[in-house]
């Protein structure tokens, strides 16, 4: 009987089966909506993040020191109106996440990107960098910048086509095996 269950554990159940019916039907029609940040929202992108990356690109430890430390700097320097963090949703199941910090002078920094492999080619990835180009305009930023990864194709791509541009490469140790870091721009100043 779900009424005996607590609000935390429906949510839970609603979650867990949206998701294997994702995972058994891919092709199943499904809403996509984007929801700012609540309680628990940074473990879960940490964690995700953590998995993905270990799982995909084998980077151990250090990447997920950096996501925590991220996550950590985020909210220690959260400011309303300046900073903000999203979580999509498909069918109700966190299925991607972004956040934007306030990095001062007038630039803002688009950090932790991800979608879930479930729900990618949906527009998830373009939602998310839209709603973070969207909140730095209407913040008064001038720039936006973002730190990526030449190894993460599709995300370099995604960026790209919303008019960012690489400004500068370097190889770093910092996730146990040899990497190429990028960092990237888009100019937010009215033409």
Not at 29 to 50: N, P, V
Not at 149 to 161: D, E, F, I
Request: glycine share 12%; proline share 4%.
């Amino acid at each position: 009987d779900l009424d005996r269950l607590d609000p935390s554990a429906r949510r839970d159940l609603v979650e867990a089966l949206g998701h294997a019916r994702h995972l058994l039907e891919p092709d199943a029609g499904a809403a996509t909506a984007l929801r700012t940040l609540r309680g628990g929202d940074l473990g879960w992108i940490a964690s995700r993040q953590a998995r993905l990356y270990a799982e995909t690109q084998g980077w151990g430890a250090g990447l997920e020191a950096n996501v925590l430390r991220s996550a950590g700097d985020f909210l220690a320097g959260f400011t309303p109106g300046r900073s903000q963090g999203w979580i999509a949703e498909f069918d109700g199941v966190p299925a991607g996440a972004v956040l934007l910090s306030d990095e001062g002078e007038g630039v803002a920094r688009l950090r932790l990107l991800h979608v879930e492999s479930f729900a990618r080619r949906r527009g998830i990835g373009e939602a998310l960098v839209g709603a973070c180009i969207a909140f730095a305009r209407d913040a008064g930023y001038r720039e936006l910048t973002l730190w990526t990864h030449t190894v993460l194709g599709p995300a370099r791509r995604l960026y790209a086509r919303a008019g960012f541009v690489q400004v500068s490469s370097e190889e770093h140790h910092v996730f146990g095996v040899p990497v190429m870091g990028e960092t990237w721009r888009l100019d937010l100043r009215p033409q």
